[in-house]
């Protein structure tokens, strides 16, 4: 089956231009994550959107960041007034929501590649 | 502070020399512990999770463990097609944590034929 998918897989932009990057996650998967991958460091949680709740928006690094997700589906993740340490790559995540205990697989999509020059 | 610490960052091995990956972890209740594997320039591939102590679970060449406070990812007689960065990541019972995974900064792993 189709796995998550994001666009663009690459995007080079100019210090001071807004973003958008998208994110289809899997058929039927509530849950959708966006982590920020930056070079040498670990992956970094950025958003979490489940159903119709409000997101957790808790590991947005600065205001120039949001995220939508429309129609409990496609998420966009938008950047404001891009810097260079914008620069990385941004992943997307999808799961099923699971009851409490149990535990959650996130699948990911390829990444967008943002560079910021 | 949660924390996951992957050892070591690197590593080199001739194909079919077996070897063991690291993830130490210090969480307030584990919910579970993921194991992905990244190829460059593509996203993590889920390969395992494991959630209780002394839970193991294997595919193909690869077997990952768990205790209390860390992590083995075993590769058996690791291929060439095997050079990855595997990843650990832990998720918490309950708070914030419970949904996000937190991550290490991965090992490195090539295997050379």
């Known amino acids: 089956g189709a796995g998550v998918s994001q666009s663009p897989s690459n995007k080079v932009t100019e210090k001071g231009k807004d973003v958008e990057l998208r994110c289809d996650p899997i058929s039927g998967h509530t ?7 930056s070079l040498g460091q670990g992956l970094e949680f950025l958003i ?11 590991g947005l690094p600065s205001d120039r960041f949001s995220a939508e997700r429309t129609g409990g589906s496609v998420s966009t ?15 997307c995540a999808s799961s099923l929501f699971r009851l409490a205990g149990s535990y959650n697989e996130q699948f990911f ?6 560079t910021v020059l | ?36 594997r990244q190829d460059p320039g593509k996203g993590p591939e889920f390969l395992f999770t494991l959630y209780s102590a002394g839970e193991e679970k294997e595919k193909e060449r690869l077997k990952a463990t768990l205790t209390k406070k860390e992590s083995f990812l075993h590769i058996t007689a690791p291929k ?16 914030a944590g419970s949904y996000q995974l937190t991550f290490g900064k991965g090992t490195k792993l ?4």
């Not at chain 1, 007034?81 to 992943?91: F, G, I, K, M, N």
């Not at chain 1, 999509?109 to 943002?114: A, D, E, F, I, Q």
């Not at chain 2, 090539?110 to 034929?113: A, C, D, K, Q, R």
């Open chain 1, 48 to 58: 979490y959107f489940q159903g119709n709740s409000a997101p957790d928006k808790s």
């Open chain 1, 77 to 91: 993740l938008t950047i404001q007034r891009t810097q260079q340490e914008d620069s990385a790559v941004y992943l």
């Open chain 1, 31 to 37: 849950a959708l994550y966006w982590y920020r991958q």
């Open chain 2, 1 to 36: 502070e949660d924390q996951v610490t992957q050892s070591p960052e690197a590593l080199r091995l001739q194909e079919g020399e077996s070897s063991s990956l690291n993830c130490s972890y210090t969480v307030s209740g584990l919910r579970g512990l993921f194991w992905y």
């Open chain 2, 110 to 113: 090539s295997v050379i034929p």
């Open chain 2, 80 to 95: 060439p097609e095997d050079s990855a960065t595997y990843l650990c990541a832990v998720q918490q019972v309950s708070g």
């Open chain 1, 109 to 114: 999509g390829p990444g967008t590649r943002l």
